[in-house]
C-alpha cells in the first residue's frame, strides 16, 4: 500500500479547500466555542467534544467555563471540583487530564497556552488531534488534524475502502490532511471546515452529496459509493460486568461510598456496591457487602455502555443498623463527583428525580 499522499492534480486540489472554506464560512454551525475562541477555551471544547455529541457538550460547556473562567481558575481548583463540574460527560479520565494540562500550563507556561504542535503535545491528555485542532483552529498554524469525521471525508474523497482502523489507513489519514492543510489558504478554516462536513452533510449514513461543496472532487460519489465508504468499524468486544448497588435510607438520609482512587470513576461517588463478572444473588451481595445489610427489593436492571465494557447494574433496596460511613442528604449531592450511571441507580430507586 502507498502511504505518501499523492497529489496529482495540486490546482483541483486548491479549488476543492477553497469551496470548502467558502462553504463553511456561510454553512458553519453557530457553536459557542467558535464564538469565544481562545487556547483555553479549545482546550475545554476538544477535551469535552472527544466521545462526546456536540448536543450534549453545549450545557456542560457553558458550565464548566463560568466555574472556571481562566486556566489559572482550573489549575487551582481541588480534583472533586473539577469532576463535578464535568457532571453529565462521562469519560472523567479528561478531566483529570484536562485539570493536569491546566496545572502544567500555569507552572511551566506561565499560564499561556502553548502555540504550536509540539509543545501541545507536552501537555498531559493532549494527542495529535488535539495539539493540531488548537494550533490551527486558533493560532492559524498549518497543522494537519485527523478525527473520525475527517477519516470519513477523506476516505470517500479519494474512494479508499480499506478500513479505516488499520495502521497504514491511519497513517495515510494523517499524511493526506497534511498535504490538504498545506494547499490551504486558511488552514484552521480548513481544518474545521472538514470536520464540519464530516458532521453534517458527509455523515456515515446517507451522505447529502447534492448539496456538498466538494462533489465534483469526490471519487465516492463519482463512482456511486459514497454509502460503502469506508466499511463499517468493527466493534470493540465489551467485557460485561455486573454491579449489584444496594440502597440504604436513614431518617432522610442516603448511604454512599467512594469508589477506589484508581480504575473507571476513581474517586467518585455511589450507592455502595458489589462489582462481579456474573450476576449475584441477593444473599451473595449481602455478604459481599463490608457491613450487614438486610435486603429487601430487587428493581428493574438496567445496561450502561462504555467504550469497552457493558455494566448491567442490578439496584437494591435493603435496610441496616450500621452507623458509621458517608450518610448525605440526597437533595444536597449534586455537587459530588458522581458518574450518570450512578445518578441514574438512585433515579431508578427513586432517591433523586
Ligand atoms: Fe461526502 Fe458526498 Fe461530499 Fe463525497 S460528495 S465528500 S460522499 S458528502
Known sequence: MTIKAKNTDPGNTVRMTENLTQWFKQHARNLPWRRQRTGYTALISEAMLQQTQVSRVLE?????????????????????????AWA???????????????????????????????TLLRLPGVGKYTAGAIASIVYGQRAPIVDGNIQRVLARLYNRSDAPEKSEMIKWFWCEAESLVNLAAEPGIFNEAMMELGATLCTPRQPNCAACPVQSSCLAHRWDRAEFVPPPRQGP???????????????????????????????????????????LSPEEVAVSLPFK???????????????????????????????????????????????NAHRKVLRAARVID
Open 88 to 118: 453529565g460527560l462521562g469519560y472523567y479520565r479528561r478531566a483529570r487530564f484536562l485539570h493536569a494540562a491546566a496545572k502544567t500550563i500555569v507552572n511551566e507556561y506561565r499560564g499561556r497556552i502553548p502555540r504550536d504542535t509540539r
Open 60 to 84: 456542560p460547556y457553558r458550565r464548566f467555563l463560568k466555574r472556571f473562567p481562566t486556566v489559572r481558575h482550573l489549575a487551582a481548583a481541588s480534583e472533586q471540583e473539577v469532576l463535578t
Open 237 to 279: 468486544l465489551r467485557i460485561v460486568e455486573h454491579h449489584h448497588a444496594i440502597i440504604v435510607e436513614r431518617k432522610g438520609t442516603i448511604l454512599l461510598e467512594k469508589r477506589p482512587s484508581d480504575g473507571m470513576w476513581s474517586s467518585m461517588w455511589q450507592p455502595p456496591t458489589v462489582e462481579s463478572s456474573t450476576h
Open 293 to 339: 445489610v438486610h435486603i429487601q427489593k430487587v428493581l428493574p436492571a438496567f445496561t450502561h455502555q462504555t467504550t469497552h465494557r457493558r455494566l448491567i447494574f442490578h439496584v437494591h433496596r435493603g435496610s441496616t443498623r450500621i452507623r458509621r460511613g458517608e450518610w448525605r442528604n440526597p437533595n444536597r449531592i449534586d455537587d459530588l463527583p458522581m458518574s
